[in-house]
């Protein structure tokens, strides 16, 4: 059996948040159930990018303070952290942790920030999609794992949840292989479901109180969903969030893998807190996906059609990129080069539709195109 706990809540007030904490984790069957006493506790909180809290791209810090104060106060060891997309270095992850709020979050909470940035290949037997995983190294050394993930909606997953958030005890770099290995929707998303089962965390909540639709997981709608979730399986929490945001949770990638693997019996979730007629989204804007899949054709005319005319892909607003190159340096297949002007350009042969450029462009300036046919044809 798996327990969800679900809450309207307007603000980020510290105060307010642990109270809602305290009587969620009550609900769940109480903290000692989960922590003991001593316990090394990674917070894998959601840290794409560098973004300030209002811009609804990371969790926000108060969320995180107040979950921290109170492992804290009950006697655990907590450290915050994640591994953002690109080099996974000291010098990358500190800047990041100050603007994105969890250095004061830590130092507020007496929680501290995960800067081992060493990882490891390890054995994953009981993976289905994945018998060997690289993960961070901080990962193998805490005792315990909950996630902190944000609210959003995601250009080539659909949602982002409890499960994609695990994405992140991938280093940094390494990301970039999974992507490029495992093109395809299904694929990508068996692999992000086993990395979650390896991470196992204990608890998973979501900050949906400022969150994100439309063009996510960086540059779609800032909204007030005034929602938080907590839930012992982040299956289940990412499959219940789904109905109460009134989309088909199989229309989710990595729903429809973990209850292929039966990591979950969506037959067995029983809600601890508020009705949930009371928490449903009405007005979540779900991005259209589009399968990453691309099949090298012997046939180049038909490659081209496929490529160019039926796949959708992404476009660079000159008018916003700033020339960081962080578009071409973090993509996957090596697709994207700097034209001469110093703009970035996509080798649509090689792209993989994997929209990494779009997800940490700093300046939304990737947007993700579907071509005139293929909306032509969907419509047939």
Do not use: W
């Amino acid at each position: 059996m798996s327990l969800f706990y679900g809450k309207a809540v307007k603000k980020y007030d510290k105060r307010i948040l642990k109270t809602i904490f305290l009587e969620a984790l009550s609900s769940l069957g109480g903290i000692e159930k989960y922590i003991s006493k001593g316990d090394k506790v990674l917070l894998k909180v959601n840290m794409l990018m560098k973004k300030k809290p209002d811009e609804a791209t990371t969790t926000h810090p108060v969320f995180v303070e107040a979950l921290s104060e109170i492992l804290v106060e009950y006697g655990a060891n907590v450290i915050i952290g994640d591994s953002p997309g690109g080099p996974f270095s000291i010098k990358r992850l500190n800047p990041m942790y100050t603007t994105c709020g969890f250095r004061d979050a830590s130092e507020k909470s007496g929680a501290s920030l995960m800067l081992n940035t060493d990882f490891k290949t390890v054995s994953f037997p009981s993976g289905i999609s994945m018998k060997n995983i690289t993960v961070i190294e901080e990962l193998l050394i805490v005792d315990k794992v909950i996630s902190i993930s944000k609210l959003k909606s995601h250009q080539m997953m659909k949602y982002t949840g409890a499960v994609k958030n695990l994405f992140g005890v991938i280093p940094g770099t390494i990301k970039a292989e999974y992507h490029f290995n495992r093109p395809h929707l299904d694929d990508f998303a068996d692999s992000l479901t086993d990395i979650c089962k390896f991470a196992n965390p204990v608890l998973s909540f979501m900050d949906g109180i400022l969150g994100m639709d439309g063009k996510g997981p960086s540059a779609g709608n800032i909204k007030n969903f005034d929602r938080i979730f907590i839930s012992d399986n982040p299956y289940a929490l990412d499959y219940t969030v789904s109905k109460l945001l009134k989309t088909d949770p199989l229309s989710i990638p990595t729903i429809k893998s973990s209850l292929n693997k039966k990591y979950f019996d969506p037959n067995k979730i029983t809600n601890v807190g508020e009705n949930l007629n009371t928490l449903i989204i009405n007005d979540f804007d779900f991005p259209e996906i589009h399968s990453a899949a691309f099949i090298k054709n012997e046939n180049h005319f038909l490659h081209f059609i496929q490529s160019h005319l039926l796949m959708a892909k992404p476009i660079f607003d000159t008018n916003l990129c700033i020339k960081c190159g962080d578009c071409m340096n973090n993509c996957p297949p090596g697709a994207i080069q700097m034209n001469s002007s110093g703009y970035p350009k996509v080798n649509l042969n090689k792209c993989i539709r994997c929209y990494c450029c779009q997800e940490l462009c700093p300046k939304k300036a990737v947007e993700v195109s579907r071509p005139p046919l293929s909306k032509f044809l969907s419509k047939l």
